[in-house]
């Protein structure tokens, strides 16, 4: 397998050092662009792309429901003997609270080994990945077994209609692939190794569900039985303690597998204890305090996360109102989930909407030539690390993908600390030795599932 990979490696040498200094030229330049959503303005992102792109001849179309809120998208021909990859980075950003940052969140500042800026790790990282990968399959005139897609989509921050819906719905042709990759998964740096590189192949769905208490407005100086914020008190209690059983599947069994292999001890012990269903209750109450994205991995969730009731103290309001956030595992019975839902909150008086975002969608399977690709191209960048897949907690554009049929891939760059500077949070920012790694990481996985052999 390696060699055979180095073999394609050598037919197609390229200068790292000049592609170094060319991909952090894109990257500031990509980051210094304000695509803040909303309002997004991701076209100037776009823009940017289509000319670095057809300035090296590779055609590049835009593709908008919105002037300001383009998509862009472009394609090396291969000989389609296979069908086509789809490489997907977003290129519009939340927003920032600029006095909580140390820098200017969109100067894309060189300080410490890192570059700064919002987008740098969510998903500016990934857009520029794309573009490098465009640029070097034209230069070195790889030889294809199946086209290379690239779009670059707006509107994933808040899943817009500008963004992979729109491009889905009206221009399925242009981005119809076998595989996709997209941002999602990444690596642990730590004393100075890689501990694993983590490839997304699942993720929940979420439902946003809002419990509507009804009651008797009055007096507050009257108590009622029926008073709305009581309810609503008690429906959130019950919800709060609905117990949800844990599961795995294909994804969260090997990762826990993976995991086991590459930890210390005591946690080893747990990571084998949850697969085995006589050790597991123990392990799981552990994870429920101290391991809490393992937990929310292995079951569906609720979180109730916004109330609103009430004016005055002495007015007893009519209304009362939550919104709870359930995630849900990809293989949820949703209708059977809102029947229990009902079942568990047992009152008659309180009203319950649930609104989807993303479509449900299968798990993207550990057995194909694509997940291979990743972890060869793993072995190679980071030889001393293993490849674990990963179930994700939060939502991507690869859900609507996956719905449609494409096997997809979240993968991201390494990062040296994950509770600080990471995606969404003040001081963004990517290490720049693994943005580097990062663009030889997908350069060497598509050469190994799109190239000629
Ligand atoms: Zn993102």
Redesign the pocket.
């Known amino acids: 397998m390696v060699s055979k990979e180095r073999g394609i490696g050598l037919q197609y040498p390229v200068p790292w050092n000049e592609v170094e200094k060319e991909t952090l030229e894109h990257f500031q330049a990509i980051v210094r662009m304000d695509t803040t959503s909303p309002p997004g303005n991701e076209t100037v992102v776009a823009e940017y792309l289509k000319t670095v792109l057809e300035k090296e001849g590779i055609p590049a179309r835009l593709l908008a429901l919105e002037p300001n809120r383009a998509n862009l998208v472009a394609r090396i021909r291969g000989n389609g003997r296979k069908r086509p990859i789809l490489v997907m980075g977003?290129t519009d950003v939340v927003g920032v609270q600029r006095e909580k940052w140390s820098v200017d969140p969109f100067a894309a500042v060189r300080k410490g080994g890192y570059i700064w800026g919002r987008g740098t790790g969510?998903?500016k990282d990934n857009v520029t990945a794309g573009l490098m990968l465009l640029l070097l399959l034209k230069r070195q005139g790889v030889r294809l077994d199946r086209d290379v897609i690239f779009l670059a989509e707006g509107g994933?921050e808040g899943y817009s209609p500008t963004g992979v819906r729109y491009v889905i719905d009206k221009h399925w042709e242009e981005i119809d692939a076998e595989f996709a990759l997209a941002?999602g998964g990444g690596g642990i740096l730590k004393d100075g190794k890689v501990l694993y590189l983590s490839v997304a192949t699942s993720e929940k769905v979420r439902l946003e569900v809002r419990l509507i208490a009804r009651g008797t407005a009055g007096h507050g100086s009257i108590p009622r039985p029926d008073n709305a914020v009581v309810r609503l008190a008690n429906a959130i209690s019950r919800v709060a303690g609905w117990a949800q059983p844990m599961r795995l599947d294909e994804t969260t069994r090997t990762y826990f597998q993976r995991l086991a292999g590459i930890s210390p001890p005591e946690a080893a012990a747990r990571y084998r204890a949850i697969l085995d269903s006589h050790e597991r209750a123990k392990v799981e109450r552990y994870f429920a305090q101290h391991e809490l994205r393992h937990n929310s991995m292995i079951r569906t969730s609720l979180s109730p996360n916004v109330l609103k009731a009430g004016f005055r103290a002495n007015v007893i309001p009519s209304e009362a109102e939550a919104l709870i956030d359930i995630r849900a595992l990809p293989d949820e019975d949703l209708a059977g989930f809102g029947e229990c839902l009902r079942e568990v909150i047992a009152d008659p008086h309180i009203e319950i909407k649930t609104t989807m975002g993303r479509p449900a969608a299968p798990a993207s399977s550990l057995n194909t030539e694509m997940f291979a690709a990743l972890e060869a191209a793993q072995k190679r960048i980071y030889p001393e690390s293993v490849t674990v897949p990963i179930l994700l907690p939060g939502a991507?554009d690869m859900s609507p993908l996956r719905a449609k049929g494409i096997q997809a891939y979240g993968i991201g760059p390494v990062v040296d600390d994950e509770e600080v500077g990471g995606?969404h949070s003040d001081d963004e920012r990517i290490l720049e030795k693994s943005l580097y790694d990062f663009v030889r990481f997908l350069w060497h996985a598509i050469l190994e599932v799109a190239a000629e052999k």
Do not use: F, M, N, V
Request: proline content about 0%.
């Open positions: 977003h969510d998903d994933e941002e991507t995606a």
